[in-house]
């Protein structure tokens, strides 16, 4: 037998990560993992689509959100395969045989706390924003969580995280820096125009649902002195943050927040639901019902 893994050295995504994101793609057809000798990794997972437009667009994202090189389009089983290189670890097969395919398993979005999933079900829009340099792994459980949702969905321009919820999410609304001007400027206004139409959104929809919602996943800390403002100006004040300054934009709005990975700061007024993961808005009463 011969052991086939990825270099320890190397960062790529798991075969779980980036099946779960083309899982929520519209023209998702499968996925499966092999070996590929053109990967950096040595392993690939292809996942497939019947639209090569769709296998087009996944591909473009992925290798932006992920910070890949490049993710590979060609026909495959009657549809569009987008080899995406993953890492694998310990794989063994015999040595006479070309390569071996692999099951992919998903992670689902019971891996996210209850408190969490009870946020999320009550929401009737949601924000998605992030770090433009880091997608944590939490990433796919948050697609799944919010693809069983059915609501309107808003995420930015920006490569990292906001790239990674745009693969998800091809019917997503995508608000464009160059839409608001040129600058920094521009990037501040796309980013509160983002929380705005998260509220507006979220305001309109029918049934038991609560309002909007919005989603941060920042890879530092809260910028010292940043507040929550319900002013656009104050609350995007140059801070270094786009990610905070959303945050804070979002609550001093009256917005429900989710925070994943960072605590914020005491005075913001957030509460922990475990698992990494921080809450403001609704009344713990109305959350306590979902556990």
Same mark, same amino acid.
């Given at each position: 037998?011969?052991?086939?893994?990825?270099?320890?050295?190397?960062?790529? @995504?798991?075969?779980?990560?980036?099946?779960?994101?083309?899982?929520?793609?519209?023209?998702?057809?499968?996925?499966?993992?092999?070996?590929?000798?053109?990967?950096?990794?040595?392993?690939?997972?292809?996942?497939?689509?019947?639209?090569?437009?769709?296998?087009?667009?996944?591909?473009?994202?992925?290798?932006?959100?992920?910070?890949?090189?490049?993710?590979?389009?060609?026909?495959?089983?009657?549809? =569009?395969?987008? $080899?995406?290189?993953?890492?694998?670890?310990?794989?063994?097969?015999?040595?006479?045989?070309?390569?071996?395919?692999?099951?992919?398993?998903?992670?689902?979005?019971?891996?996210?706390?209850?408190?969490?999933?009870?946020?999320?079900?009550?929401?009737?829009?949601?924000?998605?924003?992030? $770090?433009?340099?880091?997608?944590?792994?939490?990433?796919?459980?948050?697609?799944?969580?919010?693809?069983?949702?059915?609501?309107?969905?808003?995420?930015?321009?920006?490569?990292?995280?906001?790239?990674?919820?745009?693969?998800?999410?091809?019917?997503?609304?995508?608000?464009?820096?160059?839409?608001?001007?040129?600058?920094?400027?521009?990037?501040?206004?796309?980013?509160?125009?983002?929380?705005?139409?998260?509220?507006?959104?979220?305001?309109?929809?029918?049934?038991?649902?609560?309002?909007?919602?919005?989603?941060?996943?920042?890879?530092?800390?809260?910028?010292?002195?940043?507040? @929550?403002?319900?002013?656009? $100006?104050?609350?995007?004040?140059?801070?270094?943050?786009?990610?905070?300054?959303?945050?804070?934009?979002?609550?001093?709005?009256?917005?429900?927040?989710?925070?994943?990975?960072?605590? @914020? @700061?005491?005075? =913001?007024?957030?509460?922990?639901?475990?698992?990494?993961? =921080?809450?403001?808005? =609704?009344?713990?009463?109305?959350?306590?019902?979902?556990?």
């Amino acid at each position: 037998m011969l052991r086939l893994s990825s270099p320890a050295s190397v960062f790529a @995504p798991s075969p779980a990560a980036v099946s779960t994101l083309a899982s929520a793609v519209g023209g998702f057809r499968s996925s499966f993992v092999r070996r590929s000798p053109r990967s950096f990794s040595r392993w690939v997972v292809v996942c497939v689509f019947s639209s090569a437009s769709v296998a087009s667009g996944f591909a473009a994202a992925v290798a932006s959100g992920l910070s890949l090189p490049f993710c590979r389009v060609r026909r495959c089983f009657g549809g =569009w395969g987008v $080899s995406v290189p993953v890492f694998v670890r310990l794989l063994r097969r015999p040595r006479r045989s070309v390569f071996r395919v692999l099951p992919v398993r998903c992670p689902l979005a019971a891996s996210l706390p209850a408190a969490v999933l009870s946020v999320f079900a009550r929401a009737g829009a949601v924000g998605l924003s992030g $770090s433009r340099s880091a997608v944590p792994a939490v990433v796919p459980a948050v697609v799944v969580a919010v693809a069983g949702l059915r609501c309107p969905v808003f995420v930015g321009c920006a490569r990292g995280v906001d790239a990674a919820f745009r693969a998800a999410f091809p019917g997503a609304s995508v608000l464009a820096a160059s839409s608001f001007g040129s600058g920094r400027g521009s990037f501040a206004a796309r980013s509160a125009a983002c929380v705005r139409a998260v509220a507006v959104a979220g305001a309109g929809a029918a049934g038991s649902f609560l309002g909007g919602l919005w989603v941060s996943l920042p890879s530092g800390p809260c910028p010292s002195g940043l507040l @929550p403002s319900a002013s656009s $100006s104050r609350a995007f004040c140059g801070s270094g943050s786009g990610s905070w300054a959303s945050a804070a934009f979002a609550v001093g709005s009256g917005l429900p927040v989710l925070v994943f990975g960072v605590c @914020p @700061p005491a005075s =913001w007024g957030f509460v922990s639901l475990g698992g990494g993961w =921080w809450f403001s808005g =609704w009344p713990a009463s109305q959350l306590s019902l979902g556990f």
